[in-house]
């Protein structure tokens, strides 16, 4: 699959085929190629809690409030995004390099669940960002440290019926050529 079939094949899905589970090795690869993701720095902040167990991706599920734990029912995994704060963006005494901060190690997940989203796509595999999620329930459930900050919940499965894509803004309203 070329890319741009990759990326036209990645659409938000919010209804899952509960019949099917991602293959361990599937997921591994989804999450390795997350992992080539560049960072600031080479720091690698980024991290990925995958509730995969029956009983774990319930409790993940009942953390995102009513609509999205609906829209993922037949997910196969919950994966809960986070990164390490204070450290991209950040010089070896601990001080920002510039006014983003920690906004750096948001992009910096970011770019890396973009990779995941790709390469999900590319292997067949659907999913769902979500920012609705209750990140102190998560972070109780999964016992994440304090040093981490909780950004998307991204559910991964099988798509029940083919979604649309919602449209997007003109080219010409995103971009301005110098
Ligand atoms: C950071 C982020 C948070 C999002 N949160 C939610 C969410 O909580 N629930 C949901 O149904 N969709 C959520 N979405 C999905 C967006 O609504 C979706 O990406 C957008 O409408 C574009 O549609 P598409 O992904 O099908 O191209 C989120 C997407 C992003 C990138």
């Given amino acids: 699959m070329g890319l741009d079939e990759i990326i036209s094949r990645r659409v938000s899905v919010r ?4 019949s099917r589970k991602i ?7 989804i999450l390795g190629a997350a992992s080539l993701a560049p960072s600031w720095k080479n720091s690698q ?18 953390c995102l409030g009513a609509r999205n734990a609906r829209n993922v ?3 196969s995994v919950l994966a809960v995004t986070s990164f390490e704060k204070n450290i991209a963006g950040f010089d070896r005494d601990g001080r920002p390099d510039n006014e983003l901060g920690n906004g750096w190690g948001i992009y910096d997940s970011g770019i890396g669940n973009a990779f995941l989203l790709l390469k999900a796509a590319e292997l067949g595999v659907d ?3 979500m920012g609705i999620r209750d990140s ?6 999964l016992d994440i440290p304090e040093s981490q900050e909780i950004l998307a919940v991204i559910a991964l499965g099988y798509r029940a019926a083919d979604p649309s894509r919602p449209p997007r803004k003109p080219l010409d309203e995103i971009i301005r050529m110098y």
């Fill in 15 to 18: 209804h899952f085929d509960a």
């Fill in 23 to 29: 293959p361990r090795e599937t997921l591994t690869e």
């Fill in 45 to 62: 902040t980024a991290r990925y809690y995958i509730a995969e167990s029956a009983g774990a991706f319930e409790k993940i599920r009942q």
């Fill in 73 to 75: 029912a037949g997910a």
């Fill in 127 to 129: 999913s769902l960002v």
């Fill in 136 to 141: 102190e329930a998560i972070r109780a459930v």
